[in-house]
Nanobody, 126 residues
Framework: QVTPVESGGGSVQAGGSLRLSCVAS????????MGWFRQAPGKEHEFVAA????????EYGGSVKGRFTTARDNTKNTVWLQMDSLTPADTAVYYC???????????????????WGQGTQVTVSS
């Protein structure tokens, strides 16, 4: 089990960048896959990105591929989400989540993630 805590959200103009951080307590962080999801008002959770525990394999949601990058440092129990070329459609609460498993091609499935942070707001203005 890991306990994620997100930070780094805020307001930015379209075309700008933000970097979210997620520090996760727990001795098993290095073996946990970490995912990013977002939820806009009135919408369901949307998969953003995921990174495997040790090998650093990554997967991205279609709407962010090529603009967002996730990375991790297991020595710091930290995972990041670098968001570039932001648009108003990226406005949402962003969540960091932990999964004890890595299933290639399937990490967009929200049910794989039992451990969730409280979320951080990202607002992109036009």
């Amino acid at each position: 089990q890991v306990t994620p805590v997100e930070s780094g959200g805020g307001s930015v103009q379209a075309g700008g960048s933000l970097r979210l951080s997620c520090v996760a307590s727990g001795r098993t962080f290095s073996t946990h896959a970490m995912g990013w999801f977002r939820q806009a008002p009135g919408k369901e959770h949307e998969f953003v990105a995921a990174i495997s525990g040790r090998a650093g394999e990554t997967e991205y949601g279609g709407s962010v591929k090529g603009r967002f990058t996730t990375a991790r440092d297991n020595t710091k129990n930290t995972v990041w989400l670098q968001m570039d070329s932001l648009t108003p459609a990226d406005t949402a609460v962003y969540y960091c989540a932990g999964s004890p498993n890595w299933y290639p091609g399937s990490m967009h499935v929200i049910g794989l993630y039992p451990d969730w942070g409280q979320g951080t707001q990202v607002t992109v203005s036009s």
